[in-house]
């Protein structure tokens, strides 16, 4: 497998299931198909999913030598992460607890 064209995040500040929706819409599409898809939509995770296939992209093109049209999404890869564990003070002295969730993303191109 060719490292320069691929991108990875860890710890990103979403859940993963919320990350493998919008991974699910872009995978296998050109890359400036996606990233046009990804820029217009209200989600937190689809604005963490562009800059990773951004930065995929920019990978591809500096050390790949890969024209960004030629460039399309194989496989992107969604995984849990962590959990933070936070607690929350409520009334009459008593805490609720809550988690924050992580996820790790990996973004894998390819040319035609």
Do not use: C
């Amino acid at each position: 497998m060719n490292n320069s064209m691929t991108a990875t995040l860890k710890y990103a500040t979403t859940s993963y299931k919320k990350m493998l929706l919008m991974a699910k819409l872009i995978n296998g599409e050109k890359v400036g198909s996606a990233l046009t898809q990804l820029s217009h939509m209200p989600k937190t995770a689809a604005k963490i999913l562009y800059k990773v296939v951004h930065s995929a992209a920019a990978n591809a093109t500096n050390n790949a030598w890969a024209q960004m049209e030629n460039l399309f999404i194989t496989k992107i890869d969604i995984g849990r992460g962590p959990k933070l564990k936070r607690m929350r003070f409520v009334a009459r002295s008593r805490v609720h607890g809550y988690v924050k969730h992580r996820a790790f993303v990996r973004v894998i191109l390819d040319t035609k």
